[in-house]
């Protein structure tokens, strides 16, 4: 299993930017999907989670309204929209998934992580 997390990079505050994840090795319609990240000297953290088939949503607090999670099974890939970003959304972000229908926010739940792809937001 392999989950291949890209799209990350220096985005100027304000401004947006679109991860991928794609997976191989696994069915993915079988899995909760869901993106965390991780800030120097912080925990991994609950950014975003879709079930398997996009019913059933959440987001961290931190960024709602901001934030899009999506999903096209088809093409076993997981996506984050983010927006309007602001400086502490610097990090390390982690893309993974979940065997069962749903997501989960809590790190230890989780059964298979991407690499991560640095996320900069600068001035």
């Known amino acids: 299993v392999q989950l291949q997390a890209s799209g990350g990079g220096s985005v100027q505050f304000g401004g947006s930017l679109r991860l991928s994840c794609a997976a191989s090795g696994l069915s993915i319609s079988d899995y909760g999907m869901g993106w965390f990240r991780q800030a120097p000297g912080k925990e991994r953290e609950f950014v975003a989670g879709i079930n398997w088939n996009g019913g059933s949503i959440g987001y961290g607090d931190s960024v709602k309204g901001r934030f899009t999670i999506s999903r096209d099974n088809a093409k076993s890939a997981g996506y984050l929209e983010m927006g309007n970003l602001k400086w502490d959304d610097t990090a390390v972000y982690y893309c993974?998934?979940?065997?069962?229908?749903?997501?989960?926010?809590?790190?230890?739940?989780?059964?298979?992580w991407g690499q991560g792809t640095l996320v900069t937001v600068s001035s």
């Open positions: 993974a998934a979940v065997r069962g229908s749903r997501y989960y926010t809590k790190v230890r739940n989780w059964d298979y």
